[in-house]
């Protein structure tokens, strides 16, 4: 009888065990992790999804440097909108996830406060991120 009860119970943990969620900590890509499979094309892929954006011109060259990562609050949740590029030659590129499940998804900073900057613009409130891509980190729920 005892070992039948250990049975259920197991049976019922493995039926439930989808209900409990991954935290999962990503960053804006890393410079060396962004691609161009064509000329005014960027993309890159992390634990956060698939990152692309298509620059129009004046903007030009490779990625130089990183800028910034923005996030805002959307209805009382945190939305990441992109990370920015600067480009060698001119102008910049905003790497956004592809995805309309990653791209919508709420994230959390509270781990990670002291790389983020919360500014209140009266009608948005956001969130920057200035130094090294991999810096600019935040968490979800997978």
Known sequence: MNIFKKGICLSLLSLSAPVFANTVVSSCPAIDEIHRPFDFVFEASNAAGNWSQTVQAPNRGG???????????????????????????KGVVDLSLQDASTRDR?????????????????????????????????????
């Open 63 to 89: 990625i130089k440097s990183f800028d910034e990562a923005l996030m805002v609050v959307d209805n009382g949740k945190l939305r990441l909108v992109h990370c920015t590029y600067n480009l060698e030659e």
């Open 106 to 142: 709420e994230v959390e900073i509270k781990n990670y406060q002291d790389k983020w900057t919360k500014e209140d613009s009266g009608f948005v409130t956001y969130f920057v991120c200035t130094g090294d891509a991999e810096e600019c980190q935040f968490e979800f729920e997978q």
